[in-house]
């Protein structure tokens, strides 16, 4: 038998962090989406700690997916302006860059975080 989807984005994930690597510089913006809710974390992975983090729960985004993903990227992007993080690495996490994971990216962008 084959693997189920959540084997197969993990498999890439897996593939895409052997290249990327935060530092306490420009650490890393993981996304993680599940059904109903999203998930954005700052990674230092050279001390293994998370510098900042938000979702669409502690931003009380209402609305549509899309519009809930925009609100996390500017409250991550806020948070990490905070603690002088003007930079990052992003990792999405083995989901396609499209739809929630596209706009949350381009709304942190726009907040001020460059990758």
Do not use: W
């Not at 962090?17 to 935060?22: E, N």
Request: cysteine-free; charged content about 30%.
């Amino acid at each position: 038998m084959g693997l189920n989807k959540e084997q197969k984005r993990k498999r890439i994930h897996q593939r895409i962090r052997k290249k990327l690597k935060g530092t306490a510089d420009k650490p890393r913006l993981a996304v993680y989406r599940s059904n109903k809710q999203i998930y954005a974390q700052l990674i230092d992975d050279v001390k293994g700690h998370t510098i900042a983090s938000a979702s669409s729960t502690e931003a009380g985004a209402n609305g549509a997916k899309i519009e809930q993903a925009k609100m996390v990227g500017k409250l991550i992007a806020d948070k990490a302006a905070s603690a002088n993080i003007s930079s990052v690495v992003f990792d999405r996490g083995g989901y396609l860059y499209h739809g929630r994971v596209k706009a949350i990216a381009d709304s942190a962008r726009e907040a001020g975080l460059k990758f």
